[in-house]
């Protein structure tokens, strides 16, 4: 049974940096695509980052290109998300997702984590 869990997530200040994990189980995340998600109160869920499955092709959206980084260990079968330089628009319940691909644009997910807040706010 596919499980994806987040963790890593929580209060930050304008300015300061988190990363966010993504442990996954019954699935080896170096033979499918994996994707973050971000939903903030009101708004539609987006995409954020993506990375293919070989590791070879990452995605990022306008808003968090340069300051976040989607990278994987193949080791832990866990994605991490680097973000750097935090903006009170970050905050938002960020979710991992196993997705169709990452060629080009971050592609629709199949399956979904629980999802982790991150606020940031002085």
């Known amino acids: 049974q596919l499980q994806l869990v987040e963790s890593g997530g929580g209060l930050v200040q304008p300015g300061g940096s988190l990363r966010l994990s993504c442990a996954a189980s019954?699935?080896?995340?170096?033979?499918?695509?994996i994707g973050w998600f971000r939903q903030a109160p009101g708004k539609e869920r987006e995409g954020v980052s993506c990375?293919?499955?070989?590791?070879?092709?990452?995605n990022y959206a306008d808003s968090v290109k340069g300051r976040f980084t989607i990278s994987r260990d193949n080791a832990k079968n866990t994605v991490y998300l680097q973000m750097n330089s935090l903006k009170p628009e970050d905050t938002a319940v960020y979710y991992c997702?196993?997705?169709?691909?990452?060629?080009?644009?971050?592609?629709?997910?199949?399956?979904w984590g629980q999802g982790t807040q991150v606020t940031v706010s002085s």
């Open positions: 997702a196993t997705i169709y691909g990452c060629s080009g644009y971050i592609k629709p997910a199949w399956s």
């Open positions: 019954g699935v080896t995340l170096g033979y499918v695509a």
């Open positions: 990375m293919s499955s070989s590791g070879s092709s990452t």
